[in-house]
């Protein structure tokens, strides 16, 4: 079955950098890739997904990039914004297949 | 107006018992989950149903039973709750292209 990576496990930035969350994935029949955010206390929710017929996608100051030959995808985030603070989850699937299966998780601080 | 919903939203209970916690949905998805998401956060799926019908069931112990009694509905009894079942559970459902929307959590303390 799917196995999906996630790295790193903590990440802490300044206000007003970057950060990437990195993603890999065992089954090569996935295609379709979501990130959640979860803040503290809270529902994860949905902020980006990819699906496997393009390579990058962009919503403001978030993207996501996948590469299907190597079996990563990640998200980048710029400008980050103390609210951006929170657990950031990948999944991997396949459409219409009824299985996410998610990442570990990335706790990403962003400091003032 | 909540796409999906659960109560109760906190549960404390005694080891040996018996509880169920509820999932509604009024997005009109046909796929429901319940997830289980432990105290170093994984999110592990535990159970889906595709128009009542359980399509997933992960290795989940028997003391765990879901029941869908219509599609916009999906419970959770648990039976015998023990010490290790303490977490947050996650009830979500599930777009036709793949999207999932998770509920507000449930979070389960067992003593």
């Known amino acids: 079955g799917e196995n999906v990576e996630q790295h790193p496990s903590t990440l802490s930035v300044q206000e007003g950098d970057s950060a990437v969350i990195k993603c890999t994935y065992s089954?090569?029949?996935?295609?379709?890739f979501p990130w959640y955010k979860q803040e503290l206390g809270k529902r994860p929710q949905l902020i980006i997904d990819i699906r496997s017929n393009v390579g990058e996608k962009k919503d403001q100051r978030i993207a996501v990039t996948l590469n299907k030959t190597a079996k990563h995808f990640s998200l980048h985030i710029t400008e980050t914004q103390p609210e951006d603070s929170a657990v950031y989850f990948c999944?991997?699937?396949?459409?219409?297949?009824?299985?996410?299966?998610f990442g570990t998780g990335t706790r990403l601080l962003v400091s003032p | 107006d909540t796409a999906v919903s659960q109560t109760p939203k906190y549960l404390v209970t005694q080891m040996g018992n018996d509880k169920s916690i509820k999932c509604e949905q009024n997005?009109?998805?046909?796929?429901m989950y319940w997830y289980k998401q432990d105290s170093k956060k994984f999110l592990k799926i535990m159970f889906s149903y595709n128009n009542k019908e359980l399509i997933i069931n992960e290795t989940v112990p028997n003391r765990f039973s879901p029941k869908s009694p219509d599609k916009a509905h999906l419970n959770l009894h648990i039976n015998s709750l023990e010490l290790g079942d303490s977490a947050v559970y996650f009830c979500?459902?599930?777009?036709?292209?793949?999207?999932?929307?998770f509920g507000p959590g449930t979070r389960l303390t067992v003593t």
């Open positions: 979500a459902s599930k777009t036709g292209v793949g999207e999932q929307y």
């Open positions: 089954d090569s029949a996935s295609n379709y």
């Open positions: 997005l009109g998805h046909d796929t």
């Open positions: 999944a991997a699937s396949t459409i219409g297949f009824q299985k996410l299966v």
